[in-house]
């Protein structure tokens, strides 16, 4: 069946570390997200991605970047982790125009 | 989002109950899609409305789109601990379609046995 995973599912680490979460999905979808969900503010979005080699910021990128080089996968990396990141980040995917399609999220705690 | 106000934010029913949930936007909703989150997991796709004065049911719960295409209400009867979880809705405002969706800060729903 096709899916969308995340990894890793919980990652600590330390302040001023780069760190890289991975999304796949097998839907071939051309449409892929970065949210970040916190308590009291619901699901911000950080980068979309419309295809290969297509990167757009978020309401909340600053700190984060992604790259698209295969339909597959948008990670997203954390140049220099704080202590703000910490948070749970989802992944989605979607075809054009329909429902976004969710990951499991990933729990970042930054130390 | 501010753009999107949900409520209540928390809600305890009792098993059987119905409930209403609300997401309100300032702006037209070109698109609205309902979620449930469960604790630790991924959103699970709920529905989607698009038209003023669209009605959607699936199982024992129905979401509408007002008319004027600023509110929408989620509506569960009868419900169920199966239905506890948090529920969100994300918005098309621009006329994007699901391409980018603003989300409000999500209901908590707690049913009691």
């Known amino acids: 069946d096709a899916e969308i995973t995340q990894s890793p599912r919980h990652k600590i680490t330390e302040t001023g570390r780069q760190v890289t979460l991975a999304c796949h999905q097998t839907w071939n979808h051309n449409n892929m997200f970065w949210y970040r969900q916190d308590l009291g503010h619901g699901l911000r979005l950080i980068h979309y991605?419309?295809?290969?080699?297509?990167?757009n910021k978020g309401e909340v990128s600053d700190g984060y970047s992604v790259s698209r080089s295969n339909t597959e996968d948008l990670p997203l990396t954390l140049e220099s982790a704080a202590s703000s990141q910490t948070s749970v980040y989802f992944c989605?995917?979607?075809?054009?125009?329909?429902?976004?399609?969710f990951g499991p999220g990933t729990r970042l705690t930054v130390l | 989002s501010q753009e999107l106000e949900q409520s209540p934010q928390s809600l305890i029913v009792q098993e059987g109950k119905n409930l209403t949930i609300n997401c309100t936007s300032s702006k037209t909703l070109y698109g609205l899609y309902w979620y449930k989150q469960k604790y630790g997991e991924g959103l699970i796709f709920l529905m989607m409305?698009?038209?003023?004065?669209e009605e959607k049911s699936h199982e024992k719960i129905t979401a509408k789109l007002d008319e004027k295409k600023q509110q929408s209400s989620l509506h569960i009867t009868a419900s169920q601990p199966s239905h506890a979880g948090i529920y969100l809705c994300g918005a098309d405002l621009g006329g994007a379609g699901a391409n980018n969706l603003f989300f409000g800060t999500g209901t908590r729903l707690t049913v009691i046995p």
């Open positions: 991605s419309y295809g290969v080699q297509d990167t």
């Open positions: 409305l698009q038209k003023g004065g």
């Open positions: 989605a995917s979607s075809p054009p125009g329909s429902q976004q399609f």
